[in-house]
């Protein structure tokens, strides 16, 4: 056992975006990211400071409680940024324990970074492309990388604020288009959907039609938790 790992919070709740959406599982939210993302809806999770004394032991407990003595056996481990890389030691653990009990585990990667030896024993791997208005970058070599490594195990999501964070989406999918023989994951547009704002039908509006109009590469699928309880509401 790794020791005690830095983790926000473990709940139960329905997935509200990504391919994964509606779908009921446990999430393992973890505690620190450095990444920086101006948009970030979950800043509460930037601190690594924040000491919560977990270990392996009593996060698969909760797992287990939360999902019902484990009958919900699908897990999103996610953050924060589960994949720095003083989380890795621990998130290897972690997953690792829970395929030996038989869990299906999605991981939540921010796009920075490949980690194989992580990626390869999760089941599902959620990778960002980070757009212009999260004011990070995703180099495409790593979604390159993931399209030859890990072909129909991840999606791409793209948080899409306004028409600069689409034409980025796209010129990167053409420029893929150009580099790869195929290529093998959904890429899903997610309307922004930021804190403290009204629900922005406009924003959906406006990605649905320009997907449309060039071509429907991509599925667009909001954040379902946020129309239900709201955009500044956590643990759902
Ligand atoms: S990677 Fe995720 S948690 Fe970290 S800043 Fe970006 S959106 Fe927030």
């Known amino acids: 056992m790794k020791g005690n790992q830095l983790i926000n919070s473990i709940y139960r709740a329905t997935?509200?975006?990504?391919?994964?959406?509606?779908?009921?599982?446990i999430f393992v939210r973890y505690q620190g990211c450095a990444v920086g993302c101006l948009n970030c809806d979950s800043k509460d999770t930037w601190d690594f400071d924040r000491e919560m004394g977990v270990t392996t032991t009593?996060?698969?407990e909760r797992v287990y409680t939360e999902g019902f003595n484990g009958k919900i056996k699908n897990v999103s481990i996610t953050g924060g940024d589960p994949l720095h890389p003083s989380h890795v030691p621990h998130v290897l653990e972690v997953a690792s324990a829970l395929k030996d009990r038989g869990y299906f585990i999605n991981i939540e990667a921010a796009g920075t970074r490949v980690v194989d030896e992580i990626f390869d024993i999760v089941d599902y791997i959620s990778f960002d492309f980070k757009t212009p208005s999260t004011g990070v970058k995703t180099p495409l070599r790593n979604i390159q990388k993931m399209n030859v490594l890990y072909p129909n195990k991840f999606q791409v999501k793209a948080v899409i604020a306004d028409k600069a964070d689409f034409d980025a989406?796209?010129?990167?999918?053409?420029?893929?288009?150009?580099?790869?023989?195929?290529?093998?994951?959904?890429w899903v547009?997610?309307?922004c959907f930021n804190t403290e704002e009204q629900f922005p039908l406009q924003r959906f509006i406006d990605v649905m039609k320009w997907n449309e109009e060039n071509g429907g590469f991509f599925r667009v699928i909001g954040q379902q938790h946020k129309w239900i309880f709201g955009p500044d509401e956590k643990q759902v």
Not at 15 to 25: A, D, I, S
């Open 58 to 60: 009593e996060i698969l």
């Open 189 to 191: 547009l997610t309307p």
């Open 15 to 25: 997935e509200g975006e990504g391919v994964f959406l509606g779908r009921p599982q």
């Open 169 to 186: 989406v796209l010129d990167a999918y053409k420029s893929l288009c150009i580099t790869e023989d195929s290529l093998n994951f959904p």
